[in-house]
């Protein structure tokens, strides 16, 4: 570019009017937008004169800029953010310019020529200006920008502030004096308040060292309001034209937001014929058809993929077994590890997915910004479930194999060793997947304090409203300590009477008879709880519980029956396995008229349908042996006719007959009265048959074999008698 000292005098003429009519409207663009860049009319004109703007060749830094631009053009061993504006500012605006004009060349279609060079040349090319624009970018203080898209939003940053730094740099109306370390000690010293900040004179550039996130930081940097800034300041000067000058680059920030890839496009994409790529780069504000397109299919697949995935997920919970059926405790870990798989997928593709927005298809700006937090949302809300599930396999597969170690193999051992670990291991899920919902909101740019301030909410909501949930948490852990009930035993808490399924650190379930009962742990613990199971000397050992059954027995019962009945429930008892340390015993209470018959043992099962079938066929065998018991003797009358000889050979005959049937044994026959009509004998005998119905059977065929024998011997068995008397009166009328 030429210098104004030899421009002709009518052109100085004619710009110097320019200038003056520029001035007039208000300079140009810069001055409708408080964040852009402010006009220099301001400026001290000399002789009271309007001046042009100043080249950059003009400029007092421009030599200090050349040399810059000349050490970052051959090996990249600098640094851009230095202990000076001037140190900063030059080598970021020489940085940035190297960048544009290596960007431009890569990103050109390749010749026969430069086809001829390799592969590894041209990536170690683009290699070097990637280094040097994240060099760059790290002149910008870009706090102000939330996490989750500070370094995409930062790079945006740069470029724009190149290009505002090119119109600055070419329509200044005064010499911008950059200063260094020591020209800062000078400014400071007349300031009545000094600052490590500058300003570039007529802009709202600033440079400052004071930096909030590192306050021991001592270089400078373009600062955050600047950095927040820019986006507008580069929306005021786009659309004029860039004034020729040898650090300009009119196309970077077009070529960086219209072309996939990162700087440099990638081979496949400059490959494309020029008309097609013409086509795919049609401008749809700040995208192109083909980033829109890419974006939009990539966002398909994605959501596809993760329906897919959460309807698996809901799948795991239809097919999860119903609690209490046999063996599914010990597949819950399995099924555990299934859900932690289910998810797993989810978490790299979100990041691939991501990266392929991002990176490849080059997504910037307000696009970039609504991409980037769905995706980060997506990824810590499945990161949060990951996590949870990822403990609560841990905890199912650690309960297991406790279990194994320590010899317990059953449902119910597993269970018990289950309701301890698991609420560990959910806890440390949940409170795992709470940081990473803290972590979600200061990633999507949500101020650290304020999400202090949420922190705090739980605490609060705790201290106010939360009392009960703590005093049942103390209470489970109290119940888990203490241990007045474990998992399957049977118990009366309170009212409530069933077996225990599930002690939680927040409560417990009793299943009752008829439903399941949940009672919140700090009513368990005031509540007065009857444990009727026994627990084993040994931890390995099973539990049992008690298992009690009473009949009264109605009537008029001899000893000798009593003793049978006695005899028959011990052979009973003794011969149900599932009964551990049977107990037969009569009972007499002295408001009964009649003996009970009392059954007491422990047994080891678990759950009411066990219980009550166990229970139900006890009783149905008991009632079949109080029957047995009172058939067992039989009362035998004799006529008064019979000789003293016949009723010598009555107990013989009796004894004949029933030791015909080789499950019977004959005890005694006794005349045990002289009745008023009969001689009344009494027949004792027992069996050893296991089925009521044979009993019956060989009763029905003794008795028969009774009549049989007494008929032979000559022996009656008298008709009932009853006597009537009358008096005379009715014998008159008879």
Same mark, same amino acid.
């Given at each position: 570019?030429?210098?104004w ?5 009518? +052109?100085?003429?004619?710009? /110097?009017?320019?200038?003056?009519c520029i001035?007039?409207?208000? &300079?140009g663009p810069?001055q ?8 220099l009319?301001?400026?001290?004109m ?6 042009a703007?100043i080249?950059?060749?003009q400029?007092p &830094? ?16 600098n640094? @851009?953010?230095?202990?000076s !504006? ?5 080598n ?6 190297e960048?544009?004009?290596?960007s431009?060349?890569?990103g050109r279609?390749?010749s026969?020529?430069?086809d ?7 990536e170690?090319q ?6 040097l ?5 790290k ?5 102000s920008? =939330?996490e989750?898209v500070? @370094? ?8 724009q502030l ?15 004096d950059i200063p ?6 000078a400014i400071?010293d007349r ?8 300003r ?11 930096l909030?996130d590192h ?6 940097l373009f600062s ?11 929306? $005021?000067?786009?659309?004029? !034209?860039?004034?020729e ?5 009119? $196309?970077?920030f ?11 496009p990638p081979?496949w ?6 008309s ?5 780069e ?7 058809l083909f ?8 966002? *398909? *697949? ?6 897919w ?17 046999e063996?599914?405790?010990w ?6 590890w ?9 978490l790299?593709?979100t990041r691939?997915?991501k990266?392929? @927005?991002d990176?490849?298809v ?6 970039l @910004?609504?991409?980037t ?8 809300v499945v990161?949060?479930f990951?996590?949870?599930y &990822?403990f ?5 597969? #650690? ?8 010899g317990?193999?059953?449902?119910l051992? *597993?269970?018990r ?8 291991t ?5 409170l ?5 919902g803290?972590r ?7 101020p650290?304090?304020?999400?202090l ?6 605490? %609060? ?5 939360? #009392?009960?949930l703590?005093?049942? /948490?103390?209470a489970?852990l109290s119940?888990?300590?203490?241990? =007045? ?6 118990c009366r808490?309170?009212?409530n %009477? ?9 409560s ?7 439903s399941?009962v949940t009672i ?14 026994r627990?084993g000397?040994?931890?390995d050992? !099973?539990?049992t ?5 009473? *009949?009264?027995?109605?009537g ?7 003793e049978?009945?006695l +005899? ?7 011969g149900?396995? $599932?009964?551990i $340390?049977p107990?037969?015993?009569?009972e007499?209470?002295p408001?009964d008229s009649?003996p009970?018959?009392?059954?007491f043992a422990?047994v080891? %099962?678990h759950g009411w ?5 166990l229970?139900?066929?006890l /009783? ?5 042996l109080?029957?047995r018991?009172q058939l067992?003797e ?7 006719g019979?000789?003293?000889?016949q ?17 019977l044994?004959?005890h ?8 008023? &009509? ?5 027949v004792?005998f027992s069996?050893?048959?296991?089925d009521?119905d044979a ?5 029905h ?9 007494l008929?032979?011997?000559?022996i009656?068995?008298?008709f009932?008698?009853?006597t ?7 014998a008159?009328?008879?």
């Amino acid at each position: 570019m030429r210098r104004w000292s030899r421009l002709p005098r009518f +052109r100085f003429l004619l710009a /110097l009017t320019a200038v003056v009519c520029i001035a007039l409207q208000g &300079f140009g663009p810069l001055q409708a937008a408080p964040l852009a860049v402010r006009p220099l009319a301001g400026a001290a004109m000399p002789s009271g004169l309007a001046m042009a703007p100043i080249p950059i060749e003009q400029q007092p &830094f421009y030599p200090e800029l050349q040399r810059a631009a000349a050490a970052w053009s051959d090996v990249v061993l600098n640094t @851009v953010v230095g202990d000076s !504006p001037r140190h900063t500012l030059l080598n970021f605006y020489a940085v940035m310019a190297e960048v544009g004009r290596r960007s431009e060349q890569l990103g050109r279609p390749r010749s026969d020529a430069e086809d001829s060079r390799s592969a590894r040349e041209r990536e170690e090319q683009i290699s070097d200006t990637d280094l040097l624009f994240q060099l760059a970018v790290k002149a910008l203080d870009a706090s102000s920008f =939330p996490e989750s898209v500070r @370094v995409d939003m930062a790079e945006e940053a740069a470029i724009q502030l190149k290009h505002v730094l090119d119109y600055v740099f070419s329509h200044s109306f005064q010499s911008i004096d950059i200063p260094d370390a020591v020209g800062m000690k000078a400014i400071n010293d007349r300031r009545t308040s000094p600052s490590e900040s500058w300003r570039i004179p007529g802009t709202a550039i600033t440079l400052t060292s004071i930096l909030e996130d590192h306050p021991e930081n001592e270089n400078y940097l373009f600062s955050a309001e600047t950095v927040a800034g820019i986006r507008e300041m580069y929306r $005021e000067i786009r659309d004029y !034209p860039v004034v020729e000058q040898p650090f300009a680059t009119p $196309e970077f920030f077009q070529d960086f937001v219209y072309t996939p890839g990162y700087l440099v496009p990638p081979d496949w994409y400059l490959a494309l014929p020029l008309s097609l790529r013409r086509v795919l780069e049609v401008p749809i504000d700040d995208q192109t058809l083909f980033q829109i397109a890419c974006v939009v299919l990539a966002l *398909l *697949l994605f959501l596809a993929v993760l329906f897919w995935l959460i309807r698996l997920l809901l799948d795991s919970y239809r097919d999860q077994p119903r609690r209490g059926k046999e063996g599914q405790a010990w597949n819950l870990d399995a099924l555990a590890w299934r859900r932690f798989l289910i998810l797993m997928p989810l978490l790299p593709l979100t990041r691939l997915v991501k990266t392929f @927005v991002d990176d490849v298809v080059n997504l910037t700006g307000l696009p970039l @910004v609504i991409a980037t937090y769905f995706f980060y949302v997506v990824w810590y809300v499945v990161a949060g479930f990951f996590v949870f599930y &990822f403990f609560e396999a841990v905890g199912r597969s #650690s309960a297991e194999l406790l279990a194994r170690v320590r010899g317990r193999t059953s449902n119910l051992q *597993l269970q018990r060793i289950n309701n301890f670990v698991m609420p560990l291991t959910r806890a440390i899920g949940a409170l795992s997947a709470v940081a990473l919902g803290y972590r979600l909101l200061i990633v999507l740019g949500l101020p650290a304090n304020t999400v202090l301030a949420f922190s705090a909410v739980p605490g %609060l909501a705790i201290g106010l409203g939360a #009392s009960k949930l703590l005093g049942n /948490l103390f209470a489970g852990l109290s119940i888990q300590t203490d241990r =007045p009930l474990r998992v399957g035993e049977f118990c009366r808490v309170g009212e409530n %009477l069933g077996y225990i399924t599930k002690i939680g650190l927040r409560s417990l379930e009793l299943q009752t008879l008829e439903s399941r009962v949940t009672i919140p742990n700090s009513v368990a613990e005031e509540a007065t709880i009857v444990n009727y199971s026994r627990r084993g000397m040994r931890s390995d050992q !099973p539990p049992t519980q008690a298992l009690e059954l009473r *009949l009264q027995l109605e009537g008029a019962w001899s000893p000798f029956q009593l003793e049978e009945l006695l +005899r028959q429930g011990r052979r009973l008892v003794g011969g149900v396995g $599932e009964l551990i $340390e049977p107990l037969v015993t009569l009972e007499r209470r002295p408001d009964d008229s009649s003996p009970a018959l009392i059954v007491f043992a422990m047994v080891e %099962l678990h759950g009411w349908t066990a219980y009550l079938s166990l229970r139900e066929q006890l /009783l149905v065998h008991l009632e079949e042996l109080v029957e047995r018991a009172q058939l067992s003797e039989i009362a035998l009358g004799i006529a008064y006719g019979t000789t003293v000889e016949q009723l010598r050979q009555i107990p013989a005959l009796m004894q004949q007959v029933v030791e015909q049937d080789t499950a019977l044994q004959f005890h005694a026959c006794r005349l045990e009265r002289i009745a008023a &009509f009969s001689y009344d004998h009494v027949v004792e005998f027992s069996s050893n048959q296991a089925d009521h119905d044979a009993f019956e059977d060989s009763l029905h065929e003794l008795n028969r074999r009774i009549i049989d024998s007494l008929s032979r011997a000559g022996i009656e068995i008298p008709f009932p008698t009853q006597t009537l008397m009358l008096n005379q009166t009715d014998a008159a009328h008879a």
